[in-house]
């Protein structure tokens, strides 16, 4: 159940409403097998020009939850040393300045490396939307060939640009705010954080995202995580509210 995954993945206690909806309908255009079951090995959708349509909804697989680092070789994550105290010290006090526990946004490309479904809207090649069901935030990725900001004004999601190289979407992100959390375990980041994202759905039910994350203030050479996703056939996003006048953050166990 996603209410068990929230409880036990949470770094935060987060007072949050939840409202079904639609989860046993089934998910128009979803290919079948002879008993009824979603076909996830099928040929992956494709939009009118031939590009393969990331619609979907989508929930990260495997341990990514928490750490995204956690398949990585040891020095394959080489922090400058402010950077390491501060990973450090969030570890040692369990997370508990993490600020998706006052409601706020998780960001790239810790959005999608949680045990909520996002959803994503592809109907042109021109955008591609995201929607999140932790904190009920989006994400926008222009496909048009703009360039990022010169000057952007610092966001939690940054700014987020595409482009096709065959099959996969590349998508660079930047502009990002200085405190970044880059995932639960709390691996920081920096104002010049740059996320290069290369989007591929191999069948139907399966999607894969290579994410390399390049911050020199942070990390003294660019590295490079790849998360599993599978589409979540027959369900549908819950509500998900921070409510006002939250009252559990200052009750954390952490040191």
């Known amino acids: 159940m996603r209410a068990l995954r929230i409880a036990l993945a949470a770094t935060a206690l987060i007072s949050a409403g939840v409202s079904a909806q639609w989860l046993k309908y089934p998910t128009p255009g979803v290919p079948r097998t002879a008993d009824g079951k979603p076909n996830l090995t099928a040929a992956a959708p494709r939009l009118a020009d031939g590009k393969p349509d990331l619609s979907g909804l989508w929930l990260v697989q495997g341990l990514y939850i928490g750490d995204i680092t956690r398949d990585l070789k040891p020095g394959d994550v080489q922090f400058q040393l402010w950077a390491e105290e501060l990973y450090n010290k969030r570890r040692a006090t369990e997370s508990k300045d993490d600020p998706t526990g006052k409601c706020i946004v998780g960001g790239v490309p810790r959005s999608t490396a ?94 894969s995202v290579e994410v390399t994350i390049d911050d020199p203030k942070t990390y003294k050479k660019p590295w490079t995580v790849t998360m599993p996703f599978n589409f979540q056939a027959d369900t549908e996003m819950l509500e998900y509210m921070c409510p006002e006048n939250e009252k559990d953050f200052d009750r954390l166990v952490g040191k």
């Open 114 to 207: 949680v045990p909520y479904p996002f959803k994503i809207l592809h109907t042109t090649n021109n955008i591609v939307v995201m929607l999140y069901e932790a904190v009920h935030s989006f994400r926008q990725i222009f496909v048009d060939g703009r360039p990022l900001p010169k000057d952007p004004n610092p966001q939690w999601f940054g700014y987020s640009v595409g482009r096709w190289e065959g099959d996969t979407l590349v998508v660079d992100s930047a502009g990002f705010n200085d405190n970044v959390w880059l995932d639960n375990f709390g691996h920081p980041a920096t104002e010049s954080l740059r996320v290069t994202e290369r989007f591929r759905r191999k069948d139907f039910g399966h999607l």
